[in-house]
């Protein structure tokens, strides 16, 4: 089974950017459909947006449109958030999944990364 590490996170002021990364181990990385959750303190889990497995397609949520891109490089078995335009709302601790199907529901996605902490200071 794929496991997945992300970095990347850190502290941004609003505006800036950060790019996070999730390197995946296995061999049936492109196989996976992958996203980006977050989660803020006192707050449930979040979707933020997933990519097919061969990076053909992605999805956002709505918050996040023409700010996050969610890539994919399945040569390095990586995937990518590249977040642009921070807003302190954007604080979170952002985490990567894969999934054999396609969805949002954190219930479809089978392997999660650790998480990384983004906190986008005002």
């Known amino acids: 089974q794929v496991q997945l590490v992300e970095s990347g996170g850190g502290l941004v002021q609003a505006g800036g950017s950060l790019r996070l990364s999730c390197a995946a181990s296995?061999?049936?990385?492109?196989?996976?459909?992958m996203a980006w959750f977050r989660q803020a303190p006192g707050k449930e889990r979040e979707f933020v947006a997933a990519i097919t497995g061969s990076g053909g397609y992605a999805n956002y949520v709505d918050f996040v449109k023409g700010r996050f891109t969610i890539s994919r490089d399945n040569a390095k078995n990586t995937v990518y958030l590249q977040m642009n335009s921070l807003k302190p709302e954007d604080t979170a601790v952002y985490y990567c999944a894969g999934a054999a199907g396609w969805g949002r529901s954190v219930g479809l996605y089978q392997v999660w990364g650790q998480g990384t902490q983004v906190t986008v200071s005002s």
């Open positions: 296995g061999r049936t990385f492109s196989s996976y459909a």
